[in-house]
Nanobody, 120 residues
Framework: QVQLVESGGGLVQPGGSLRLSCVVS????????MRWYRQAPGKERVLVASITSFGGTTNYADSMKGRFTISRDNAKNTVYLEMNSLTPEDTAVYYC?????????????WGRGTQVTVSS
């Protein structure tokens, strides 16, 4: 059974920081590209950041560049999202995603999300 379990969300004041974690089980974690998405109330789910299977390449949505850092520890089957300089616009449910695709296969898994609320 594949499980992605996010943690680390919560209430933080503007300008604060949070570190999200996503622990993955049931798949060969190191074979998967990992992504963080977020979904704000009334809005579509959007990509926040991604990291390749061995962490060689990271990508970020424009509004997150310089504030968010995605990383992974393949020995711990865990992906992280370090978030700094948070603003109320960062309030959303943050989801972890594991994906791999190739000739003849496509695997895609999601966690249930963790709530991040930025408010004074």
């Amino acid at each position: 059974q594949v499980q992605l379990v996010e943690s680390g969300g919560g209430l933080v004041q503007p300008g604060g920081s949070l570190r999200l974690s996503c622990v993955v089980s049931g798949i060969a974690f190191s074979n998967y590209r990992m992504r963080w998405y977020r979904q704000a109330p009334g809005k579509e789910r959007v990509l926040v950041a991604s990291i390749t299977s061995f962490g060689g390449t990271t990508n970020y949505a424009d509004s997150m560049k310089g504030r968010f850092t995605i990383s992974r520890d393949n020995a711990k089957n865990t992906v992280y999202l370090e978030m700094n300089s948070l603003t109320p616009e960062d309030t959303a449910v943050y989801y972890c995603n594991a994906n791999r695709q190739g000739l003849g296969y496509w695997n895609d898994y999601w966690g249930r999300g963790t709530q991040v609320t930025v408010s004074s």
